[in-house]
């Protein structure tokens, strides 16, 4: 886990800026002092999306075990965390 520097003038991107780019589909974002612009490439789009979805691609047996509001509290918990980690794992890259 890390957080990126911009590749020009070193400054930190952070974490809240990515986060905000994942919560409006994946907008570009700017550095704050030399205004580079980066994007979230697609296989980390992807990686966002599925990881954040993932409860419901469990098997159905495995969803039946729990009681369907257990099941959805812990879905939306799984989706918060997928949400807040998210900017750490994955890496933005200059928009050329
Ligand atoms: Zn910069």
Redesign the pocket.
Known sequence: MFIQK??????KISWLKVFISIMSGFRNIR??????EYYIIGRYRLLIIVGACFPLFLRSEIIKAFNPQTYSILAILWLIFILLLSPFLLRIYVKN
């Open positions: 911009c590749e020009k003038c070193s400054n550095c704050d002092e030399c205004k580079t």
